[in-house]
C-alpha cells in the first residue's frame, strides 16, 4: 500500500524567512497530494493541493511542488509569520479511488517572531 | 467551518470496557472517516462510510468497528479499550471521494487506563 513520509518533523525559521517541508510517496498511482495545518487543540484543515497533472501550484505564500518521476512533492510557505507556527501533514491518495488519505508524519513549523 | 461536531471532546475509560464515539454532520455529505493521531504516526484511517450502511476498513481497522445508520451520523466503537488505543480521534467527512477536500472534526481525546 502507499506510504507517505515527511521530513523534517520538526523546523524552526525566524519571521520573514521562508520554510520547506517535503514528502515522499510510495504509489506511483497516486493522483492527488493535499496539504493539511492543524493548530493546536483543533482539526486539520486543507491549505492547499495538487493533482499528478500540475507541476507546481500557488496560493499566496504558500506554493506546492510536486515531482511524479521522483515521487516527490513539497510545501513552501515564504515570508513566514507567527501564525504560520503549526503542524503540517503531507498526504497521498494511493490508487484508490475512495478519498482514503495516507498522510505523512507530520512536521511541526515554529515561526520566531 | 464546516458542521461537523465529535462527542464525546474528552474520556478517560478504563481496560476492557466498551467505548463509542460520534461524529455528526451537518452538510449532508457522503463521505465520513474516522482517524487516530499518534506522536510520530500522523493521522491513520480507521474506518470510513462511502453512504448509509456503507463502510470499508482503513489502515488501522483492528480493534473498532464503525456504524452509520443515517447520513449525518457516524460511529466508532471500540468493543474492548485497550491502552494502545489511546489516542486523539478526528472524523472528517468530503462531498466526493477523489480530488476533494476533507473538513475536519475537533477531534475526541480518549484515554484507556
Known amino acids: 500500500g502507499e506510504n507517505v513520509e515527511q521530513h523534517p518533523s520538526t523546523l524552526s525559521v525566524q519571521e520573514g524567512d521562508s520554510a520547506v517541508i517535503k514528502c515522499t510517496y510510495s504509489?506511483?498511482?497516486?493522483?492527488?497530494f493535499p496539504w493539511y495545518k492543524q493548530e493546536l487543540g483543533k482539526g486539520p484543515q486543507l491549505i492547499i493541493d495538487i493533482r499528478s497533472n500540475v507541476g507546481e501550484k500557488k496560493d499566496q505564500r504558500i506554493a506546492v511542488t510536486l515531482n511524479k518521476t521522483a515521487k516527490h512533492f513539497s510545501l513552501h510557505i515564504t515570508e513566514t509569520q507567527p501564525e504560520d507556527s503549526a503542524v503540517y501533514f503531507c498526504?497521498?491518495?494511493?490508487?484508490?479511488?475512495?478519498?482514503?488519505?495516507?498522510f505523512g508524519q507530520g512536521t511541526t513549523l515554529q515561526v520566531k517572531p | 467551518d464546516a458542521g461537523i461536531t465529535q462527542s464525546p471532546r474528552h474520556k478517560v475509560t478504563e481496560t476492557g470496557t466498551p467505548v463509542t464515539l460520534r461524529c455528526h454532520q451537518t452538510?449532508?455529505?457522503?463521505?465520513m472517516y474516522w482517524y487516530r493521531q499518534d506522536p510520530g504516526h500522523g493521522l491513520r484511517l480507521i474506518h470510513y462510510?462511502?453512504?448509509?450502511?456503507?463502510?470499508d476498513k482503513g489502515e488501522v481497522s483492528d480493534g473498532y468497528s464503525v456504524s452509520r445508520s443515517k447520513t449525518e451520523d457516524f460511529l466508532l466503537t471500540l468493543e474492548s479499550a485497550t491502552s494502545s488505543q489511546t489516542s486523539v480521534y478526528f472524523c472528517?467527512?468530503?462531498?466526493?471521494?477523489?480530488?476533494?477536500?476533507?473538513?475536519f472534526g475537533p477531534g475526541t481525546r480518549l484515554t484507556v487506563l
Open positions: 452538510e449532508n455529505h457522503r463521505y
Open positions: 498526504a497521498a491518495d494511493g490508487s484508490s479511488n475512495t478519498g482514503k488519505l495516507i
Open positions: 504509489d506511483s498511482a497516486s493522483n492527488y
Open positions: 472528517a467527512i468530503s462531498e466526493f471521494s477523489s480530488y476533494n477536500e476533507q473538513f
Open positions: 462510510s462511502y453512504g448509509v450502511k456503507d463502510t
